[in-house]
């Protein structure tokens, strides 16, 4: 495939300022209400986790998908960019305004539209908040299982876009395992449906998961129909600690192959405990230079052996600590070892650079020790946790960003951790995606061959490369 594509990760020329013809078109299509335009109210739309500020030049804020198609539509025809926005809540840059242009935000379409408690679905608009679904999935006993950090405010169409996966990932997989259908509206505005109501399906491609992940370069999700799992009765957590990371991930890499439903494996890294030591209250040994947090899921009848069986699978790695295994409020105690990290890092550093790498679990002490190298190399302090049972860690690089000698080390570490990462045949993103922040580094993980395939199916897709501009692929 040895060809060249076209660009079109970029809008054919960068946005002028948004014409008044425009501004004319896009009101028989909104209500005026529904169109920001004042600096005040635009600057809300111009961040996300990154610390990153991209001003849009105007926010429409939809509430159906014909209103999202009209949208698209006028702006496949004038060739102003469009960048698709949830909650806002990314840590990769997916939902900013790179190239200036429209953000849609489909934060008014928020109705659950559907529970299909016999089929174990639910259909919703992707405005839903993650958090408002659960509780409303309660009282039939169901959930459904991704559940990132953000979840009180994250989107479920952000979900989607980005493949968000949480702690729980490593029981029930990740957003892609649990969709069904979505309708979606392409560039032009065309409305598609891909998917349906059943677990089963193996006509045609599988367009779902092509769109699943796309972080809104080929098209926005207008309502999405979701698989849902019993939700689990009793849950037991415990806290362990090592006095090495090696002891740790043997011991992450036995419990996977016990058929235990571990509904949680979290990890802290040395620098993690001396940071708890130094700025909490928590009590850890001073030996102790890893931690488990194992939380089981289960039955109430069930529960207790399960939490069992994982303390004696623990007691045979020597920790250094294990607490017994507590329910409900005491659970809580517990994760404020993993709770009081974030607080902690902001208070220490002006600013976090959150790498999300993921490797095989067994390869996982290998990371550690690298990245414990690439800090005392570059003098920048890095503290690692995360989801141990995917191998998906957390890599935080704390800087100054008004110090130019530590930000010009910034980039040439980041390269080092990302060739590690491959070396150590893992991947740059476990769940955060890739957005602005790894666009550069991705050939290095899928190779020139597959970016542009990758690039001549958003062509398809997007052919005048209006959809969220400057994501994903490189600038070349």
């Known amino acids: 495939m040895n060809q060249t594509l076209p660009n079109n990760n970029t809008p054919q020329k960068f946005c002028s300022p948004i014409s008044s013809v425009f501004l004319d078109r896009l009101v028989k299509i909104l209500a005026s209400s529904q169109i920001l335009l004042n600096k005040a109210q635009l600057e809300a739309y111009a961040w996300d986790n990154t610390g990153v500020r991209a001003m849009p030049q105007c926010v429409v804020l939809a509430e159906n998908s014909e209103q999202v198609a009209g949208v698209l539509r006028l702006c496949n025809e004038t060739g102003v960019p469009i960048v698709p926005r949830g909650a806002g809540t990314g840590n990769v840059g997916g939902a900013l305004a790179s190239f200036g242009g429209v953000v849609l935000s489909t934060q008014r379409m928020n109705k659950i539209v559907e529970i299909a408690s016999d089929d174990r679905l639910v259909v919703v608009e992707p405005g839903v908040v993650n958090g408002d679904l659960q509780s409303a999935l309660n009282s039939y006993g169901l959930f459904w299982p991704p559940d ?44 598609i449906n891909t998917g349906g109501r059943t677990s089963k399906g193996v006509v045609g491609y599988d367009m779902t998961r092509l769109l699943i992940g796309s972080e809104g370069t080929l098209a926005v999700v207008t309502q999405a129909t979701l698989k849902l799992a019993p939700k689990p009765t009793a849950r037991r957590l415990s806290r362990v600690v090592f006095s090495s990371v090696a002891q740790a991930t043997k011991a ?23 940071l708890l030591r130094q700025e909490s209250d928590l009590t850890i040994p001073t030996a102790g230079n890893a931690m488990l947090l194992l939380e089981v899921a289960g039955g109430d009848d069930e529960i207790d052996n399960y939490a069992n069986e994982v303390g004696k699978c623990i007691e045979t790695f020597s920790p250094l600590e294990q607490t017994p295994p507590v329910a409900h409020e005491e659970a809580q105690e517990v994760w404020a070892a993993r709770y009081a990290l974030s607080p902690i890092l902001k208070k220490l550093a002006p600013k976090r650079i959150n790498e999300d790498v993921v490797v095989p679990v067994s390869q996982l002490s290998l990371l550690i020790e ?37 930000m ?55 052919p005048k490369g209006i959809m969220n501009p400057g994501k994903i692929f490189p600038n070349v």
């Open 370 to 406: 690298g990245l414990e190298e690439i800090a005392l190399d570059v003098n920048i302090p890095i503290v690692n946790f995360g989801h141990a049972g995917n191998g998906n860690i957390h890599v935080n690089l704390l800087v100054d960003p008004n110090d130019s000698v530590i």
């Open 252 to 274: 992450v890499a036995k419990l996977m192959t016990t058929g235990l439903p571990l509904s949680a494996i979290e990890f802290l890294d040395g620098a993690s405990l001396n």
């Open 408 to 462: 010009e080390k910034v980039k040439p570490a980041l390269a080092r951790i990302f060739k590690l990462v491959l070396k150590l045949d893992g991947s740059l993103s476990g769940e955060h995606g890739v957005g602005t922040q790894k666009r550069d580094y991705i050939e290095w993980e899928v190779g020139r061959e597959s970016i542009l395939l990758q690039r001549s199916i958003k062509t398809v897709f997007d």
């Open 148 to 191: 990132p950090s953000s979840s009180k405010s994250c989107t479920i169409g952000g979900n989607i876009a980005m493949c968000s996966a949480g702690p729980g990932a490593v029981r029930y997989g990740v957003t892609r395992d649990w969709v069904l259908g979505l309708q979606a509206v392409l560039a032009d505005g065309t409305i």
